[in-house]
């Protein structure tokens, strides 16, 4: 008796989970026609387009924790990583615009990878709505503590670099790209899997150089394993305040990645407002501030159309500073 | 070395709610472990938010415990199912799968369980003493380095299989082509993509692993249906007889060292230490033909190497703050969101959570060897489910795991077609084993490959300049070049023999 208990209890356990795929994707169709005044009536899909535990992955967690209670529903996280988060953003700009299905993404698919990837079906910035803006995060030139480089120019003036990115396509990869070929160093990219392995290449000296974000460096930094020289942002950055930017050390060159999540175009008002809300009232989250402060994020907190247009300045300008230098990403 | 704060990380282990956690982790780790498809990183990812509310060091005991526990059941499945869940137990499945077939799946899973939790526990005690050392050591292992490291293991791969040697290296060829498909690791172009985002980062593993041998395997089996079985008759017992600990003492002792130390070095440690595991007992074996047909030493020295080697990858992770595979990344986020970052400054600011999560292994071992014994009997049962019932439900297990990987049903359509290519190459006689180690070595061989050659500036003699590397090289020489010849001088002289005395 108790085997087929238990039995019926797995079968049932089994058909609920493969119940929850159909019905995240069917996007049940409201029947109310007063466009979404009485939204959220049930629980908000929020689709990570990251693996879980990334940078993406744990800002997304942080403020849709702080959200749900300003949106009165929970919200769902989804991880569906692929392609610098263009599968999952695709995906959710594709469906129905109710408000149920938004998802998280990042500057440097708009600005970054169109100078790697042609993709003719790319997210353009004008189609989507962009719910909120959450974050910036600088990156930073670091080398070993035990190399010799102690600034900037002790590094572009050495006879050849080796600098470790964490993929091609990434603003670690063009922020040096960039500083490189400005000052006419000899200096070979060398792309890893993710920004871990390439902290790891240059904490075991395989490499001369990195630049990564704060969360990827900071902990090293602290620990004294590894030496900043230099950040790509236009001002300095709270977490390293004695730290020149790259643009004082005479190097125009600013690259920063920054995050913000989407719905599709077409939202009733009511629903765009309710959401805009609810992510505002959540920025302002004591534990969001603590999380953001724990992993060195600073708040790029900004109206759709500013980043929007920013969005669109940052590709026009990668793009031209590329052709300037002849940078190619593409082959 | 700090004495006190190894002691007191022991009395954080025997808090109740702590010895709780540990327990809820493992048994989940297991269960996950036995469901094709579902891992560790996918189970991990989904408790997060659940370790919001739980103070940090319950919480990373309980994560660790699903990662850990999860190497015990996913032999389940290989030995049983030939299901391997990761790329660490496809070489289990070889004997593993064949002893059951034999009517032995309970010393298989018996061996397999001793074996995990002698290499495991052997593991947190060299990871208690050496540490700090070992991860500075593993820094030295550049792109050169795994590049070297791969190749030793491709070729290991070719050796693997009992058929025909040459369509072992087309098996493997073909592995190595398909690591090809996605975003080119150096410079971005899109390969065998077909313009599909779907395909940019490649496929995978777990996909790859779940068609070619549990959806290749039903398929093939759905054919022989009508045909009469080799009835299982017996499953043997859990805890194995006197001859076979004899047997697969050695085996495990050598499987514990090879998965400490392969397993510490980030990006594929565990695949390659569960392989040269393998590899050691075939060679050093007395009749290496026993091997893939249900050799204990086949199973007791993989098992053991991959549960070493999942204690040990905790290493860079916790003294380096460099998660060393898929399943590390999330619990370097789990510990991001617990406010406690993880990396070299780990042990000093926070001995508790470092000693507690450390020494709260010694009792997940223990309580996995306690559930695992036990259980065996409960799955071995398994085997009698008529095909019918057993099939169908397999697959949809298998479905819904894949699903998870990356919510994405994409992947699902992917796990079906590789099942069609796992029917067509063993209805052919070629063998997945090679085609999927290949496929998973074939990746880190490329893009470290590439990256050595920038790195040396196109200068191939640069392996020979770094000393590890080096060291690896003559390694390779010497157990693919050296080793084979002087075994076929021999081999010539000893059919010479025969033919001497005739004349």
Redesign the interface.
């Known amino acids: 008796m108790s085997e087929s208990y238990t039995r019926r209890r797995v079968l049932a356990a089994?058909a609920a989970?493969?119940v929850l795929?159909v019905a995240a994707?069917g996007g049940v169709k409201g029947g109310s026609d007063d466009a979404g005044s009485d939204y959220p009536t049930r629980a908000v899909n929020f689709t990570v387009p990251f693996?879980?535990?990334?940078s993406g992955?744990?800002i997304s967690?942080?403020v849709a924790?702080a959200a749900e209670k300003p949106l009165g529903q929970s919200i769902v996280?989804?991880?569906?990583?692929?392609?610098n988060g263009?599968?999952g953003g695709?995906e959710v700009l594709a469906s129905s615009p109710d408000g149920y299905n938004i998802a998280l993404a990042v500057k440097s698919l708009f600005a970054i990878t169109p100078l790697?990837?042609e993709?003719p079906t790319a997210i353009q910035p004008d189609k989507m709505e962009i719910v909120t803006t959450l974050v910036q995060e600088d990156y930073v030139l670091v080398v070993n503590a035990q190399s010799p480089y102690q600034t900037v120019e002790d590094l572009v003036k050495a006879p050849?670099v080796?600098y470790a990115t964490a993929?091609?396509?990434t603003g670690g990869q063009l922020s040096q790209a960039l500083l490189f070929k400005g000052a006419g160093t000899k200096a070979?990219?060398?792309?890893?899997?993710g920004g871990?392995?390439a902290?790891?290449?240059l904490?075991?000296?395989?490499?001369d150089a990195l630049s990564g974000s704060l969360?990827e460096t900071?902990?090293?930094i602290?620990?004294g394993?590894l030496r900043p020289l230099a950040i790509f942002s236009t001002e300095r950055s709270e977490f390293l305040p004695e730290v020149p930017t790259a643009k004082e050390k005479g190097y125009d060159v600013v690259v920063d990645q920054r995050r913000f999540i989407i719905a599709p175009v077409g939202l009733p008002e009511a629903v765009s407002t309710k959401l805009e809300q609810a992510f505002a009232e959540a920025r302002k989250d004591s534990a969001y501030e603590?999380?953001l402060k724990?992993?060195y994020m600073e708040r790029w907190e900004v109206s759709d159309e500013e980043a929007r247009q920013h969005l669109k300045d940052s590709a026009a300008q990668f793009e031209s500073l590329a052709q300037k230098f002849g940078l190619t990403?593409?082959? | 070395m700090d004495f006190g704060s190894v002691l007191s990380g022991f009395e954080v282990v025997f808090e109740p709610q702590n010895i709780l956690y540990c327990l809820i982790g493992v048994t989940l780790g297991m269960l996950v472990g036995v469901l094709p498809g579902l891992g560790p990183a996918a189970t991990i990812a989904i408790l997060l938010p659940i370790t919001y509310n739980i103070e940090p060091t319950p919480a990373v005991i309980m994560l660790a415990g699903i990662f850990y526990g999860a190497q015990y059941g996913g032999t389940i499945t290989s030995v049983l199912l030939r299901l391997p869940g990761e790329a660490s137990t496809v070489v289990t499945a070889l004997d593993g799968h064949q002893m059951a077939r034999q009517g032995k799946a309970g010393s298989a899973l018996g061996i397999a369980a001793i074996g995990s939790f002698i290499g495991g526990t052997a593991s947190i005690v060299l990871l208690t003493f050496i540490a700090p050392l070992v991860a500075d050591a593993a820094l030295e292992f550049g792109p050169a380095e795994y590049t070297v490291l791969a190749l030793i293991g491709i070729f290991l791969v070719a050796t693997l299989g009992n058929g025909a040697l040459i369509k072992s290296v087309a098996a493997a060829g073909v592995g190595l082509l398909l690591a090809t498909v996605g975003l080119d690791p150096l410079v971005g172009t899109p390969r065998f993509t077909f313009g599909s985002d779907q395909l940019a980062d490649g496929i995978d593993f777990v996909i790859v692993a779940m068609g070619v041998f549990g959806v290749g395997e039903i398929l093939y089996n759905l054919e022989h249906r009508l045909r009469p079985q080799p009835a299982v008759l017996s499953f043997g017992r859990a805890i194995p007889r006197r001859p076979e600990w004899l047997q697969s003492r050695m085996a495990i002792l050598r499987g514990s060292i090879v998965g400490f130390v392969l397993g510490v070095l980030p990006g594929g440690g565990a695949t390659m230490s569960s392989l040269v595991a393998y590899a050691v007992e075939k060679r050093s074996a007395k009749d290496p033909s026993r091997f893939g047909k249900g050799a204990i030493e086949g199973v007791a020295g993989p098992e053991s190497a991959n549960n070493a080697a999942a204690t040990s990858s905790f290493i860079p992770l916790l003294t380096l703050g460099i998660p060393a595979n898929a399943t590390m990344a999330v619990l370097f986020g789990a510990l991001l969101l617990q406010g406690i970052p993880p990396g070299p400054q780990l042990i000093v600011d926070h001995p508790d959570v470092f000693w507690g999560v450390v020494n709260s292994m010694y009792l997940g071992n223990i309580i996995l060897l306690l559930l695992s014994i036990p259980l065996i009997g409960v799955f071995v049962r398994l085997l009698k489910v008529r095909a019918g019932i057993l099939a169908p439900l397999t697959v949809l297990v298998t479905m819904i795991g894949v699903y998870s990987i990356r919510n994405n049903a994409f992947d699902m359509f992917l796990v079906v077609g590789l099942g069609i290519l796992g029917y067509g190459m063993k209805k052919l006689g070629f063998e997945p084993g090679p085609f999927v180690l290949a496929f998973v070595l074939g990746k880190l061989l490329e893009a470290s490959f590439r990256r050595s050659m920038r790195l040396f500036d196109g200068d191939v003699l640069g392996f020979f300049q770094r000393p590890v590397s080096a060291v690896l090289v003559a390694v390779l020489v010497l157990t693919i070049v050296v080793i084979p010849v002087l075994r076929m001088v021999r081999n010539r002289q000893a059919s010479l023999t025969p033919a001497e005395r005739k004349s």
């Open positions: 089994l989970v493969s795929p994707c693996a879980a535990g990334g992955d744990l967690r942080a924790k996280i989804a991880n569906k990583p692929g392609a263009a599968v695709k790697v990837v993709d050849s080796k993929g091609v396509g070979t990219d060398v792309p890893f899997d871990a392995p902290v790891t290449a904490l075991g000296k395989q490499v969360a900071m902990e090293h602290k620990a394993k603590t999380f724990d992993n990403f593409k082959s």
